[in-house]
């Protein structure tokens, strides 16, 4: 399961290098230069992971993540040579799951994506397991575990797939502080790495969660990790 990968790369040497490695662990790669290319072939073909490079001519990284995130919600990782902060937070925000920069070798962006798809064969396993569970509870919060919907103050609240599997993770250890190598284990399947890719997501899940909601929040234990708590009267 989940074999069929596509890169969106307009360099070519680099595009067919991962698909030697990738090969060899039995993946089936699908190969697109320009944004139109890559889209034809997700209309064509089951995809199951995208890594896509930014800087590309004509239609950018980013042009062509927010209209795959339209209509598909395939793990996406893009693969970068920036090494600004803020193109990479711009990536996460508009949709990305993760990123990758271009200097890593070949064999740890393959480790990168066998450890996304422990954690999605992971979420399946467990979510099978809460059918008889469906709703998790926290103050006026619920989350459906089968629906994927949360409703706070029985309002209903989209959430990207990431905001699910973080919310889901934090109802479940509510008044626990979360470490960040534990949400990054967890959440994204990786036993270290770059925790700006958490920081992103939290921000985005806690704005959701404050414009609805008083008496939740998600605190920051400075150094550690994260917390949902009870808002404690003034």
């Not at 073909?45 to 993540?65: A, K, Q, R, Y």
């Not at 629906?147 to 990431?162: A, F, V």
């Not at 990054?184 to 770059?194: C, F, S, V």
Request: hydrophobic share 40%; glycine share 6%; with cysteine.
């Amino acid at each position: 399961m989940y074999k069929n990968i596509l890169i969106v790369d307009d360099e070519e040497e680099i595009a067919d290098l991962l698909e030697d490695f990738l090969t060899v662990e039995g993946y089936v790669v699908y190969k697109a230069t320009k944004g139109a290319e890559a889209k034809q072939i997700l209309v064509h073909n089951n995809i199951h992971f995208i890594l896509l490079d930014i800087m590309m001519p004509g239609e950018s990284g980013f042009t062509l993540c927010k209209q795959i995130r339209e209509k598909y919600d395939i793990p996406l990782v893009f693969l970068t040579a920036l090494q600004d902060d803020t193109d990479k937070i711009r990536g996460l925000n508009i949709g990305a799951d993760d990123y990758i920069v271009k200097d890593a070798t070949p064999g740890e962006i393959v480790a990168r994506i066998k450890a996304i798809q422990r954690r999605m064969r992971r979420a399946s396993f467990e979510e099978s397991k809460e059918k008889n569970e469906s709703i998790v509870k926290f103050e006026t919060i619920e989350l459906n575990l089968l629906t994927r919907l949360l409703t706070i103050n029985d309002k209903q609240i989209s959430l990207t797939s990431k905001e699910f599997d973080l919310m889901k993770f934090f109802l479940t250890h509510v008044e626990q502080v979360l470490t960040y190598n534990g949400i990054l284990e967890t959440i994204w399947g990786y036993e270290r790495g770059d925790f700006h890719t958490i920081r992103v997501h939290i921000a985005k899940l806690r704005d959701k969660i404050e414009k609805e909601t008083k008496r939740v929040k998600i605190s920051t234990v400075w150094g550690v990790g994260y917390k949902m708590e009870r808002e404690k009267d003034e």
